[in-house]
């Protein structure tokens, strides 16, 4: 499914990973596109900004040690 948040965007529940609860069925398809982009977008802010949390951590050890840490931490 395309939706107006940009090409590509996924189902809504592939979106969030799961099957949804009936009540999203009200939806409709355009309305569920767009919690689609949404969701996604979200995913990937969040993974973003863990992404930089896990640098800003990695910053405090010496240096020596953040590429092991790193494949320990499978990052």
């Known amino acids: 499914m395309v939706s107006a948040m940009g090409e590509g965007t996924k189902d809504l529940p592939d979106a969030?990973?799961?099957r949804l609860p009936d009540e999203f069925?009200?939806?409709s398809g355009e309305h569920?596109?767009?919690l689609a982009g949404l969701v996604e977008s979200a995913a990937r802010?969040?993974?973003d900004l863990m992404d930089d949390a896990i640098?800003?951590?990695l910053r405090n050890l010496p240096g020596v040690l953040r590429g092991t840490v790193?494949?320990?931490?499978?990052?």
């Open 16 to 18: 969030v990973g799961g």
């Open 25 to 27: 069925e009200a939806l």
């Open 32 to 34: 569920r596109a767009a």
């Open 45 to 47: 802010r969040r993974a």
């Open 55 to 57: 640098d800003e951590s």
């Open 70 to 75: 790193r494949r320990t931490l499978g990052v």
